[in-house]
């Protein structure tokens, strides 16, 4: 009765019960195997890719399972709030494709039935629960201040012992509700702790879905569930939330691995069934010799923004992330090159358990198979898409010669090996900014783009030659013909076997005067298809450019 008393006194204007808020969110309504995930950020900042990597799982476990995944803002420590972090979540999540069917769409509005999903706009909810707790004897008021605590957590450090506010150091635990009564009508300040009746010699075992059994002593920390702004810490507000909106899946950051003890026992107190849960590993990146945490402050990748900007296609990142979650989506990419990604399954318990590395290099790779795999018209819309944010100039240049730019982006696309030489959009302009005047005009031809034994006089001369002689109005084959024709006139074989048979009786293969031509038209040594590229050039361009090269 006295704790009731206590509990009045702390909450004087609670009317609504845990039974009112059960009834208020009932048990949903879904399949069997359904999956209730949740992102839960805290707005603290701009979004992480950890992030994104994060919500992912959350997303595929609970759309390949008919459940719910929603949104869930965490700014209980609103000292760390950053402005526009709500906005910047929703608009990455949207980006990324990741459908939350619940949850904060910005940061004064929401969808679904188990809102709000603000935890500031919860404390209500809060305040009812801790009430319950304290009314049963299993949270009381902390009056200690951070002196204090300070004081008693040097003296356990000091003495060798776990540190904290725990059993024999729990000074105020022990208070009577009477003697807290009395202090709070003194206007002494305090917290809610929980009154932990764990037992440190006792252990959880608790079987984490990626990490598999994980076992830790009981917890007998008296955390803190109510801090002294009136809101709840992450464990209290987790635990409630969790509950009351249905989740079956805490999927988190492994930095919560070692809280588990105490999640257990919370949910406990409560009276509440606890969830399943999937501690992911940190992404991590190689620097130098060791691995480190993808870091916000020194890595540009860390960055969400960064995908956009240099132009990864969504898709492309999803898919590499997917990698990184399952490794097994390579083959099953490699299998099903044209599925949708969603058809693969992700697995937690195929997750790496220790630390997921992160690698610019894999990333492009995976990307460049992403937009190989895009019809040329997806990848003319994608690029303009981003040009026209990110390369004006770009974005200028290819939609004022639309056509031209659809036939570049459809070279070599076709067929069993679709060029891949693209891994993201600002990559483009340095592969096709020789089929605009406007760019080529500025660069020079760099001698040793040339094969090993030709110099620039030889190559001057090939196209001299070649540009007499050679018709533009020709199908493959012939033009294959004709520049064999012209190499063989000039000294340049055909002819592999005899080259090497007699190597001094030629000036080098065909491929060489291959090569000099594509020099003097592109100043590159390496490009798609060169029949291609001069039908798309067009014949006046062609000839301009040889009588450049040779007059250069
Ligand atoms: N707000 C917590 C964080 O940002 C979320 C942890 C969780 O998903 O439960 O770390």
Known sequence: ??????????????????????????????????????????????????????????????????????????DTDQKREVAGAIEDTVAAMQYFGLNFTEGMISSDKSIGNYGPYRQ????????????????????????????????????????????????????????????????IKNGESYIIRLKSPGNPENRVVVNDL?????????????????????????????????????????????EWLSSIP?????????????????????????DG???????????PEAAVSYYNEVGYPTQSVIEYLLNIIN?????????????????????????????ALFDLVKLSDVSKDVIARMKADLVYDNYAKWSKVFDKDMYELITTNEEMSRKIFNIDKEGANPRKDFAKWADVKEKVFYFFDELFEDDKVVENELPKKMDLSEAKHIIE????????????DTWFEELKAI???????????????????????????????????????????LYTIMQILGKEKVYNRFNRFINE
């Open 289 to 299: 010799s060791s691995k480190r945490k993808l870091s916000k402050r020194k890595d």
């Open 487 to 529: 190499g063989s006139k000039l000294g340049y074989t055909a002819n592999r076997k005899d080259f090497k048979a007699n190597p001094e009786n030629f000036k080098g293969m065909v491929a060489d005067v291959a090569a000099a031509v594509r020099i003097a038209l592109t100043h590159r040594s390496n490009t798609p298809d």
């Open 210 to 254: 990626i990490k598999g059994e994980v076992s830790f002593p009981e917890n007998n920390q008296d955390i803190v569930l109510i801090k002294g702004d009136g809101l709840p810490t992450y464990h209290f507000a987790h635990a409630v939330d969790d509950h009351l909106m249905g989740t079956t899946h805490v999927i988190r950051g492994e």
């Open 327 to 355: 490794s097994g989506f390579e083959d099953w990419r490699a299998e099903n090159p044209y599925e949708d990604n969603t058809k693969f399954e992700v697995s937690l318990d195929k997750m790496s358990k220790s630390g």
């Open 120 to 183: 500031s706009e919860r404390k209500e909810i809060y305040e009812a629960f801790a009430y319950d707790l304290i009314k049963k004897g299993l949270a009381y008021p902390c009056f200690c201040s951070p002196e204090e605590l300070d004081k008693i957590r040097e003296s356990q450090v000091e003495q060798k012992i776990t540190p904290g506010y725990y059993g024999e150091y729990a000074k105020c635990r022990n208070l009577s509700a009477e003697q807290a009564i009395e202090k």
């Open 1 to 74: 009765m006295s704790c009731e008393k206590l509990a009045k006194i702390i909450y004087p204007n609670i009317e609504k019960t845990p039974e009112y808020y059960a009834e208020k969110y009932p048990k949903r309504n879904l399949k069997e195997r359904a999956k209730v995930t949740r992102y839960a950020p805290s707005p603290t900042g701009f979004q992480h890719i950890g992030g994104i990597f994060s919500a992912l799982i959350d997303e595929r476990i609970a759309s390949q399972s008919d459940g719910v995944f929603y949104l869930r803002v965490e």
């Open 465 to 476: 030659a070649y540009s007499k002689e050679y018709n533009f109005d020709t199908d493959k």
């Open 262 to 286: 105490t999640h257990i026992q919370l949910f406990k107190m409560l009276g509440f069934e606890a969830p399943k849960y999937a501690h992911i590993p940190t992404i991590m990146k190689i």
